[in-house]
């Protein structure tokens, strides 16, 4: 930073505080406003479209300048996190009026895009969480660690490759990543390009038995350190109580469901392909939640389907509870509604940043505590036992915010106004000290107005100069020699003041100064009893977003007709009848829905699947997965019935995306994600691959395609659903006992198609392309040719290439193989595509007679 000239001693302040927060924006507090300089404060006029000045304009270095006002600043914060930058809050730490000299400043918090804890760019039913990731010494293991620290979950769990760290990072959406040890150059750039991340440093542990309380409980060395490493850095940027933070809770991702970045994202479980929004997903269909932690419940169910069989069974019981009891459900969502966000509600109290209007909401949210319990009750045949023993009213703290906290109580507690009448008698004496001085000064300013015959006289009050006796000057001939003694002259008034005045405005000054200091220290007192509670605060969150989330379950279950699936583990067997893509469903409507089945027995291991574009090959393969993933979570399911059994993981390849920040192909991604699958799958595994081969030469293509299905037919035997337009795959059929040939239902009439959207035995006819750029709305006249040169191509009509001389004919010797005409491919395609079964006896024969005159 430029110190070409001397500075004063607050610029020398600025510098020592700024040089350990070079990565952040230095809020610096003078009076009302943060000031910014230099680097920090040319960027952030930029940023923030704020006026550039520059302090000692006149000096031949002036400094670049500019700020905010302190009371509107968290709207600047929250733009400057959403752009992922950091924000040093920089105050004043003594009172300006008592220090003589500089007033000591120091950063009191350092807020992150991992660290917000309000934000209006904070979705009520998101997680915003901060990821730590500590190496191991090779780099074959990785500690992984988050916290959301607005509602206090912090989890931890140990990796065993970087492809698992992306996944587990991704899955989190995290917007902040503490590097608790070097990691290498490709996992940080990868890490990088796919969430763009903010990267931050801490490489030292803090000794704090309140931290060492919360990983106490960790056994793995790595994992103890990456969680040290997480709370030091909290610890490092919030500078207060983190009380709230709960014990570190150790995960396996293989006791959940597997789903990859990439299967997520080809499935649009949370967000949309095309838009990025959660409208269009499987989020958006299943969230009827009620409260903003319900919401955020619901996203890490979808995230980490369950793959037990007793946790499902027993989510589904409570989810078919729920529609047994149509009226309770009804009571039981009014309820909820009124169920502020009590995670984060307990936060705020944890953090100090909760004030009057919090602590009502808090109350409101627990007095729904009662009738919830009692509704669950009613239902309760033995599944709810778990979630009922959390759901605790907490009714002291009820009873206490009752008691203290005012009903419209303020959003800023600073200038009073929180804590009720007859909850403190000094309190209640200073009230009644204002109350009665500022009524002496409205009926001394009657009297006054009375005596001297001045009816526009008045009695006024500002903080500099206090209370006065305010009369024009037009009626200052009216006023008796003596009566008052003068203030203030202004011009058009003058202002007077009389011992009395100055007596009483003593007296109800001290009063008001007293009352907000003791307010304050009460609403200081009321915060710390229900931070005692926080505990059992956070276990009843837990258990009320719970029930939110299956009443969810039971809510789309009964709107859009889903029927509960029979799970099985260890089982080969999926009949799924009737089934339907749930979110195309909605948007479409139940009535114009085409349903299909998926009906693998446990010998069936592969369907092949065929049928032009846009007919719903990949509709079909998206509903199956969204299906599991559905029955998984332990909601019902779109279809009329489902036998399933329990995947492990789910692998997709599904549309064609570049990768062009990594500078990979369609085609390359497409290797990488079948790759993924092939080497990870098991037989208990999902794979859905969606047009494999066509990012290359036909032949190439078509090659790799075959090699994958046999490989996953003889090694992987998961169940698969492999679409194509090789229909030269088709023929695996008599080759490969466990795949089977499905089609996806065509009828061409007078040159159209019209597709069927229903799945059909056997292998599809033709691709009809040509009729699908028919629809696309491609010029008449191309489709005319392009039909041509089909006709032309299918019928070997191609114009013969002179081949080069082979090595053979070059050094004289004969080849061991024949070469095969362009008219005899031509044939043996002509025999192959013939379909014996459907043809007349007269039809074979006139079929061979025109074989043998092309020959």
Known sequence: MPQKTKHTPMMEQYFGIKKDYEDAFLFYRLGDFYEMFYEDAIKVSQLLELTLTSRNRNADDPIPMCGIPHHAAQGYIDTLIEKGYKVAICEQVEDPKTTV?????????????????????????????????????????????????????????????????????????????????????????????????????????????????????????????????????????????????????????????????????????????????????????????????????????????????????????????????FFERADLQTAMTKVYDLERLAGRVAFGSVNGRDMIQLRTSLEQIPQIRQLIEGIN????????????????????????????????????????????????????????????????????????????????????????????????????????????????????????????????????????????????????????????????AKSVAAIDVLQSFATVSEKYQYTRPVMKANSHNLQLVEGRHPVVEKVMGHQEYVPNSVKMNPDTSIFLITGPNMSGKSTYMRQLALTVVMAQMGCFVPAESAEMPIFDQIFTRIGASDDLISGQSTFMVEMMEANEALRHATPNSLILFDEIGRGTATYDGMALAEAIIEYIHKKVKAKTLFSTHYHELTELEQSLQGLVNVHVGAVEKDGDVVFLHKMMDGPADKSYGIHVAKLAGLPIDLLERASTILTSLEAGATKPKTPAPSVEEESGQLSLFSEVSTEELSVIDTVKRMNLLEMTPMDALNTLYELQKRI
């Open 381 to 540: 045949q033995g599944q709810w036992n778990e979630l009922l023993l959390d759901l605790d009213p907490v009714k002291d703290v009820v009873d206490l915010i009752e008691t203290a906290i005012i009903e419209e109580a303020p959003l800023t507690i600073m200038d009073g106004g929180v804590i009720k009448d007859g909850y403190n008698e000094q309190l209640d004496t200073y009230r009644e000290a204002m109350s009665h001085g500022k009524q002496w000064i409205a009926e001394m300013e009657a009297k006054e107005r009375q005596d001297t015959g001045i009816k526009n006289l008045k009695i006024g009050f500002n903080r500099v100069f206090g209370y006065y006796i305010e009369v024009t000057k037009g009626q200052l001939a009216n006023l008796p020699e003596g009566r008052y003694d003068r203030k203030q002259t202004l011009t058009n008034a003058e202002r007077f003041i009389t011992p009395e005045l100055k007596e009483t405005e003593t007296l109800i000054l001290e009063a008001e100064e007293k009352s907000q200091d003791l307010e304050y220290q009460l609403f200081l007192e009321v915060r710390e009893q229900i931070k005692a509670s926080i505990g059992r605060l956070q276990k009843l």
């Open 101 to 325: 000299g500089m007033v000591k400043r120091e950063v009191v918090q350092l807020i992150t895009p991992g660290t917000v804890m309000e934000s209006k760019g904070l979705d009520a039913k998101e997680n915003n969480y901060l990821t730590a990731i500590v190496a191991a010494e090779r780099q074959q293991e990785f500690g992984f660690a988050y916290v959301d620290l607005s509602t206090g979950e912090l989890k931890v769990t140990t990796l065993f490759d970087e492809e698992s760290v992306l996944n587990e990072a991704s899955s989190l959406q995290t917007r902040e990543v503490v590097l608790g040890s070097e990691l290498s150059e490709s996992l940080k750039l990868k890490l990088s390009q796919r969430l763009e991340v903010v990267f931050s440093e801490q490489y030292t542990t803090t000794e704090n038995a309140e931290f060492n309380f919360i990983a106490s409980e960790l056994s793995a060395d790595l994992e103890q350190e990456v969680v040290n490493k997480l709370l030091a850095y909290l610890s490092l940027t919030q500078k207060r109580s983190l009380g709230h933070l709960q014990k570190a809770a150790v995960y396996q991702p293989t006791h959940f469901l597997k789903m990859d970045h990439y299967s997520k994202f080809n499935l649009e479980l949370s967000q949309s392909i095309r838009t990025g929004k959660k409208q269009g997903t499987l989020l958006w269909l299943l969230d009827e939640t009620k409260t903003a932690m319900g919401g955020r419940l619901l996203k890490q169910w979808l995230d980490r389907p369950l793959i037990q069989e007793t946790k499902i069974n027993r989510r589904q019981e409570m989810v078919q509870s729920l529609l047994d009891a």
